[in-house]
C-alpha cells in the first residue's frame, strides 16, 4: 500500500493555499473593480447617458440646401433657450415634433428630415439643453421640460394638436412619451427605444448593480400605460445598442391602436438608410390612418 510522504503532503497543501490565495485575489479584483466601475456611474452618470455635438459641429449649411426652413429659437419654463429647425412641407399633413437621440445636434438629422418632407411632413427638430445651439446642461428632467417647450412653441406657430405628430428616436423615445402624457396630439412614433435606462444599463452593463444606483430612470413602460394616442414602433432588426427585445416590450405595454414594425437588416443608426422605401410607406400609412380619425 502506497503511503504518502510527509513532504508531498506538505507540498499538496502548499498548492492548495497557493490556489485559494490566487482566488481571493481575483475576487478581491473583481470586487473592486465592481465598486470602481459602479462608483464611477453614480459620480458620471449624466456622462454616461448624454452625448452631445455644441454648435458649430455638424453639418449647419446642408439645413437650408437640402432640407429647407429656418432656425427658431424659444425659451422653457425654466429660462433656458433652446435652438430648433423648422422645415415646412407645402403641401403639409402633418408636422412632427421630433425628439432625437442622444448624440449629435439637430444638423445631424438633415437625411431624416428631408425624406419625411418627402412624404408631406413638415419637421420641426430641436435641440435639447446643452446640444447645437441650445444652452444650458442635459439632465433627464431638462429634456422634459425641452420637449414641452418645442411642443408650446410649435402650438404658437398656428399648428393644432390634431395635427402634431411625436416622433422620438432612442433616448428621445423616452422624451416623446413623457411629452405625450402632458401633451395632445395625433399621434406617437418610438424608433428602436426603450422601455427604462435601467433596463437598458443592466443590458449594457449586467454585471454592474446599476438599478439599484441610476438616479435616471427613463420610464418609458409605465408611461405609455396612460397615453391613449396611436403608436408606430419602429426597431432595427440587428439594433446593436438597444435590444430589440426592450423595444417590443414597450410596444406591448402601449394601449391599442398599435403597430410594431421590425426593419430588416437595420442597426440602430440606420434605420431610415436600410429600411427605405417600405420604412417611408409605414410612416406614410400610419399618418394617413391619423388623418382619417378626423
Known amino acids: 500500500m502506497y503511503v504518502p510522504s510527509l513532504t508531498h503532503t506538505a507540498s499538496a497543501g502548499t498548492a492548495r493555499i497557493a490556489v485559494l490565495i490566487f482566488i481571493r485575489r481575483v475576487l478581491v479584483a473583481a470586487a473592486a473593480a ?121 402650438r404658437s406657430l398656428g ?18 412619451v413623457d411629452l405625450a402624457t402632458h401633451r395632445p396630439s395625433a399621434g406617437l412614433i418610438l424608433e428602436a427605444t426603450f422601455t427604462s435606462a435601467y433596463d437598458v444599463a443592466a443590458a449594457v452593463y449586467p454585471y454592474l448593480p446599476v438599478r439599484w444606483v441610476m438616479k435616471t430612470s427613463f420610464d418609458s413602460e409605465s408611461k405609455i400605460r396612460t397615453v391613449n394616442v396611436p403608436s408606430l414602433h419602429l426597431h432595427g432588426e440587428h439594433d446593436e445598442i438597444i435590444p430589440p427585445m426592450l423595444g417590443r416590450k414597450l410596444f406591448e405595454a402601449a394601449p391599442e391602436p398599435k403597430e410594431f414594425y421590425v426593419i430588416p437588416g437595420a442597426g440602430h443608426n440606420d434605420t431610415f438608410w436600410v429600411g427605405g422605401k417600405d420604412y417611408l410607406d409605414r410612416i406614410r400609412t400610419f399618418t394617413d390612418s391619423l388623418i382619417s380619425r378626423d
Do not use: C, Q
Open 34 to 154: 465592481l465598486a470602481f466601475w459602479t462608483i464611477l456611474i453614480m459620480i458620471f452618470e449624466d456622462r454616461f447617458i448624454f452625448f452631445p455635438s455644441p454648435y458649430p459641429h455638424g453639418p449647419y449649411e446642408e439645413l437650408p440646401a437640402r432640407v429647407g426652413g429656418r432656425d427658431e429659437f424659444f425659451t422653457t419654463e425654466d429660462g433656458v433657450r433652446l435652438h430648433a429647425w423648422y422645415a415646412p412641407a407645402e403641401p403639409d399633413r402633418m408636422t412632427v415634433v421630433m425628439s432625437h437621440g442622444n448624440a449629435g445636434n439637430v444638423s445631424h438629422r438633415v437625411e431624416l428630415m428631408r425624406l419625411l418632407k418627402s412624404i408631406g411632413l413638415s419637421v420641426f427638430v430641436y435641440d435639447y439643453r446643452g446640444y447645437g445651439r441650445s444652452e444650458g446642461n442635459p439632465s433627464e428632467d431638462g429634456v422634459y421640460r425641452d420637449a414641452r417647450a418645442a411642443y408650446d412653441h410649435v
Open 159 to 176: 399648428i393644432p394638436a390634431d395635427r402634431i405628430l411625436l416622433w422620438g428616436s432612442s433616448l428621445g423615445g423616452a422624451v416623446a
